[in-house]
C-alpha cells in the first residue's frame, strides 16, 4: 500500500512505501502478527519486512505484460460518500467537456427524488487508448444484489471513501465481497476538501484494518490510494502538494492497475454471463453482461442457457449490439470476448448464458445472498378500489412482479397461500418501497400486508434470524431516546463516540425484525437529523421477544368526507393523516394515538345548523395542526398484522381488516 507526502521519511511531493504485501507467501490473516512491535510510524503502517511493490517512483508504474485494451472496473461505496458524482468527473475528463447534468448515471427519476442509486449501470470512456467499461453501482445495503450481480465482470474495484466518515457498514460489505472475487483494490480518499477530513492517516489505517479483517491477499493488500474531490472534479496522489485540476490521477491508475479481463480466446465458441436487462420499444428485450468467449456481430444465431444448463427457448439471432456512453446508446457491429456489451432480439434473464448455438455449458453465475424479509402483494380490495389506479387487477400485478424478478436476483416472487396475492422476498424495507412505488408509477392499485423476518434452520435444527450492524448518527439531545430504544428492540451497543461537535455516533448488532419500523420512528423523533445505515453481518438462534412498542392507530368508524369540524376533536387524540374534504371510510387509518390502543373516530361529523351566533367563520377561529401524510416507507414498515397498506397512483392509506366486527 502506498503512503504518501511528507510523512515517514517522504521527500516533499515524493511517495514511499511505508507498508506492502507480507513476504514468504504468507495470508493476509497473519499480516497483523507480522508488523513490527513499533510498526506504526507517524500514524501509518509499516511492515517489518517490505517486498517490492507495483507502484514505484514518484508517479511512476513498473512496466506491466502488454494485454487487451479494455479494462473492466467497479465503484463501490457507501451512501453519500459522492461514487455517482466521481463518475461524472471521470467522463467529464475523458470527453473533454462539461457533463450537461450532475449525477448524470442516476437517470431513473426516482433516482434523481432520493438522491441515491437504485440500478447498476456500465458506461464507456476512453483513456490512454484503452476502453474503460466503468460499472456504477448501489451504495444502500438494501441494494446489495445489484453490486453482487456486476462484480462478476469486474476486472479491478475503486473503492471510494469519505474522508471525514472512514469506512462505513456498505463499506465493509462490498468490499468483502470485491475481495472475496479476487478483485484488486485501489482506493479513493474522496472529499478531502472539507474542513473535516482526517488527513493524518487515520481513513487509510481503518481501510487497510479493514481489508486485512476480511482476508485479503497480499496482492490485494498492495494498493494505490488517491486524495479526492468528485465535487471539484480532482484526484491527486499528493494531496498537500499535487496541483488540483483533473481526474488524469485516477484514470491513469485504473488503466495501470485494473489487469484487462481474463477472458480473450476470441476463435471459441460465443458465451456472455446476462447481468441485466432491459425492455426497448424498438428493439424489444436487452440483455446486457460480459463476454467470456468468441465474437459478435448482429445477425449471429445464439440461444440462451439457464443456470442449470436448461435451453430457455428456440434459438434466435442478434439483432443489434449496443455500448453506453454517458447515458446514450452507441450501436456497434462486433464485440470481443472481455467487452461488456448489450445485446438486443433474444428473450434472456439475469444469470442466463448467452451463447452460440453449439455451446452445451452455461457459465458460472455468482450466488446472491439470500433475502432477509418478505411481504404479500395483493390486490386492493377497500372500499375504494379501482378510482384512482390503471391496473387493479391480481393477474396484472402479478405479471409485473414476476417481470420484475426477471431483472433483479434479489428479489424473488411466489403465489401466496389460498392464491390470495403474491409473497414478495427482498433484501430490506427501502428495496421493497422502491420496488412498490415504481409500481405505483406505472398505475398499479395494491394492497400490501405486514413484512415478516425471514429465518432459516441450521444444521441442528435451530430457527436462526438474521442480525445487522448498526451505526447510528445522532445529536446528544437525542442520545438517550436511541439508546433506550435500541434496548427495547434487543440491540446491543459495541462502540459509542462523539464526532462532529454535539452529535454521537453508536455501532450496535440488532436483529433485523428490531429495525422494522426503527426508522421512520428516527425521522420523527430526530426531526430529520438522525442517520441510520445498516449491513447485514450474520445469522444467531431466534429468541422469542415483545413486539417493539408502537403507538395506536386513529380509525375512522364510518364513511363519507372528513370535515373541519370533526378533525378538530380527532387532532386531540394524536397526529392526523388526513385533511378536510379527503374521503374516509369505515376502518380507514386517520391518525396516530398518542396511546399504545386503537381508538376509533368520527372524523365525518359535521356541525348542525343552530340560531347560536358566533364572531365568524370556525375555520377562522381555530385552525388545524398540518396533518402528516402517510409515507411509503413508514406505511410499510407501520402497518400491522392486522392491517393494509392500500397503495394507488394518487393516494397511500392504512386501514383495519374487519374493522366493524373489531370495533364490536
Known amino acids: 500500500m502506498l503512503r504518501l507526502g511528507a510523512r515517514a521519511g517522504a521527500g516533499a511531493g515524493g511517495i514511499v512505501r511505508t507498508a506492502g504485501g507480507v513476504g514468504g507467501g504468507r495470508s493476509a490473516s497473519a499480516a497483523?502478527?507480522?508488523?513490527?512491535?513499533?510498526?506504526?510510524?507517524?500514524?501509518?503502517?509499516?511492515?517489518?519486512r517490505p517486498r517490492p511493490s507495483l507502484w514505484v517512483g514518484a508517479r511512476g508504474f513498473a512496466d506491466m505484460p502488454s494485454g487487451a485494451d479494455i479494462r473492466n472496473v467497479v465503484i463501490c461505496a457507501h451512501v453519500d460518500h459522492g461514487k455517482t458524482t466521481l463518475v461524472d468527473k471521470l467522463l467529464q475528463e475523458s470527453q473533454g467537456a462539461q457533463v450537461k447534468e450532475d449525477r448524470l448515471m442516476d437517470n431513473i427519476q426516482l433516482e434523481k427524488e432520493r438522491g441515491?442509486?437504485?440500478?447498476?449501470?456500465?458506461?464507456?470512456?476512453?483513456?490512454?487508448?484503452?476502453?474503460?467499461?466503468?460499472?456504477?453501482?448501489?451504495?444502500?445495503?438494501?441494494?446489495?444484489?445489484?453490486?453482487?450481480?456486476?462484480?462478476?465482470?469486474?476486472?479491478?474495484?475503486?473503492?471510494?471513501?469519505?474522508?471525514?466518515?472512514?469506512?462505513?457498514?456498505?463499506?465493509?460489505?462490498?468490499?468483502?465481497?470485491?475481495?472475496?472475487q479476487g478483485l484488486k483494490p485501489i482506493v479513493v480518499l474522496n472529499k478531502v476538501d472539507r474542513d473535516t477530513a482526517k488527513l493524518d492517516g487515520w481513513v487509510e489505517d481503518r481501510v487497510f484494518e479493514l481489508m486485512i479483517s476480511l482476508g485479503a491477499t497480499d496482492e490485494q493488500l498492495d494498493f494505490p490510494i488517491l486524495y479526492a474531490s468528485a465535487k471539484n472534479g480532482w484526484?491527486?496522489?499528493?494531496?498537500?502538494?499535487?496541483?488540483?485540476?483533473?481526474?488524469?490521477?485516477?484514470?491513469?491508475?485504473?488503466?495501470?492497475?485494473?489487469?484487462?479481463?481474463?477472458?480473450?480466446?476470441?476463435?471459441?465458441?460465443?458465451?456472455?454471463?446476462?447481468t441485466g436487462i432491459e425492455y426497448d420499444l424498438y428493439n424489444g428485450h436487452v440483455g446486457t453482461g460480459l463476454i467470456h468467449s468468441g465474437t459478435l456481430r448482429p445477425g449471429d444465431a445464439v440461444k440462451t442457457l439457464a443456470i442449470d444448463g436448461t435451453p430457455t427457448g428456440a434459438e434466435g439471432k442478434v439483432k443489434a449490439l449496443f455500448v453506453r456512453r454517458g447515458v446514450q446508446r452507441e450501436e456497434i457491429k462486433e464485440a470481443r470476448a472481455g467487452d461488456i456489451v448489450s445485446v438486443a432480439g433474444t428473450l434472456c434473464h439475469v444469470t442466463d448464458t448467452l451463447c452460440a448455438p453449439d455451446v452445451t455449458e452455461p457459465l458460472h453465475a455468482t450466488p446472491i445472498d439470500p433475502p432477509t424479509i418478505r411481504m404479500v402483494v395483493q390486490a386492493n380490495d377497500s372500499?375504494?378500489?379501482?378510482?384512482?389506479?390503471?391496473?387493479?387487477?391480481?393477474?396484472?400485478?402479478?405479471?409485473?412482479?414476476?417481470?420484475?424478478?426477471?431483472?433483479?436476483?434479489?428479489?424473488?416472487?411466489?403465489?401466496?397461500?389460498?392464491?390470495?396475492?403474491?409473497?414478495?422476498?427482498?433484501?430490506?424495507?427501502?428495496?421493497?418501497?422502491?420496488?412498490v412505488e415504481q409500481m405505483r408509477r406505472e398505475g398499479f392499485e395494491m394492497g400490501i400486508c405486514s413484512p415478516q423476518i425471514i429465518t432459516r434452520k441450521n444444521a441442528d435444527g435451530v430457527d436462526e434470524e438474521p442480525w445487522e450492524e448498526l451505526t447510528l448518527d445522532v445529536e446528544e439531545s437525542h442520545q438517550g431516546w436511541a439508546l433506550n430504544m435500541l434496548t427495547q428492540r434487543g440491540a446491543e451497543m459495541e462502540d459509542m463516540k462523539n464526532v462532529e461537535g454535539d452529535r454521537v455516533r453508536m455501532n450496535y448488532v440488532v436483529p433485523s425484525s428490531g429495525l422494522l419500523?426503527?426508522?421512520?420512528?428516527?425521522?420523527?423523533?430526530?426531526?430529520?437529523?438522525?442517520?441510520?445505515?445498516?449491513?447485514?453481518?450474520?445469522?444467531?438462534?431466534?429468541?422469542?421477544?415483545?413486539?417493539?412498542?408502537?403507538?395506536?392507530?386513529?380509525?375512522?368508524?364510518?364513511?363519507?368526507?372528513?370535515?373541519?369540524?370533526?378533525?378538530?376533536?380527532?387532532?386531540?387524540?394524536?397526529?392526523?393523516?388526513?385533511?378536510?374534504?379527503?374521503?374516509?371510510?369505515?376502518?380507514?387509518?386517520?391518525?396516530?394515538?398518542?396511546?399504545?390502543?386503537?381508538?376509533?373516530?368520527?372524523?365525518?361529523?359535521?356541525?348542525?345548523?343552530?340560531?347560536?351566533?358566533?364572531?365568524?367563520?370556525?375555520?377562522?377561529?381555530?385552525?388545524?395542526?398540518?396533518?402528516?401524510?402517510?409515507?411509503?416507507?413508514?406505511g410499510i414498515t407501520a402497518v400491522r398484522d392486522d392491517e393494509v397498506l392500500e397503495v394507488t397512483p394518487k393516494s397511500i392509506r392504512l386501514r383495519k381488516v374487519d374493522a366493524a366486527r373489531r370495533r364490536k
Open 383 to 435: 372500499p375504494l378500489k379501482g378510482k384512482e389506479g390503471e391496473h387493479v387487477t391480481a393477474a396484472a400485478i402479478r405479471a409485473r412482479l414476476r417481470k420484475e424478478a426477471d431483472n433483479n436476483p434479489a428479489i424473488n416472487i411466489e403465489e401466496a397461500g389460498g392464491g390470495d396475492g403474491m409473497v414478495v422476498y427482498g433484501r430490506g424495507e427501502l428495496q421493497l418501497a422502491i420496488l
Open 32 to 48: 497483523a502478527a507480522l508488523l513490527a512491535p513499533a510498526g506504526r510510524c507517524s500514524g501509518h503502517w509499516r511492515f517489518a
Open 235 to 274: 484526484a491527486v496522489f499528493d494531496h498537500e502538494n499535487d496541483a488540483r485540476d483533473s481526474m488524469r490521477a485516477l484514470l491513469d491508475t485504473i488503466v495501470k492497475a485494473v489487469p484487462p479481463p481474463v477472458y480473450q480466446d476470441a476463435d471459441a465458441d460465443f458465451r456472455m454471463l446476462v
Open 517 to 634: 419500523g426503527f426508522a421512520s420512528q428516527l425521522k420523527v423523533e430526530t426531526h430529520g437529523t438522525g442517520v441510520m445505515t445498516s449491513v447485514y453481518r450474520e445469522h444467531r438462534p431466534a429468541v422469542k421477544r415483545e413486539e417493539p412498542p408502537r403507538k395506536g392507530k386513529l380509525v375512522s368508524m364510518t364513511s363519507g368526507v372528513a370535515t373541519f369540524y370533526a378533525l378538530r376533536d380527532v387532532e386531540k387524540r394524536g397526529a392526523i393523516f388526513i385533511k378536510p374534504g379527503d374521503e374516509v371510510y369505515e376502518g380507514s387509518v386517520i391518525g396516530e394515538a398518542t396511546k399504545p390502543d386503537d381508538l376509533y373516530m368520527n372524523p365525518t361529523k359535521a356541525k348542525h345548523n343552530s340560531n347560536v351566533r358566533t364572531k365568524g367563520p370556525l375555520e377562522e377561529l381555530v385552525r388545524l395542526v398540518p396533518p402528516r401524510p402517510v409515507t411509503l416507507e413508514e
Open 116 to 180: 441515491i442509486t437504485i440500478m447498476s449501470k456500465v458506461t464507456r470512456l476512453s483513456w490512454g487508448g484503452k476502453t474503460l467499461n466503468v460499472i456504477d453501482t448501489p451504495g444502500h445495503q438494501d441494494f446489495g444484489g445489484e453490486v453482487q450481480r456486476v462484480l462478476s465482470m469486474a476486472g479491478g474495484i475503486v473503492l471510494v471513501v469519505c474522508a471525514t466518515d472512514g469506512p462505513m457498514p456498505q463499506t465493509k460489505y462490498v468490499l468483502g465481497k470485491a475481495l472475496a
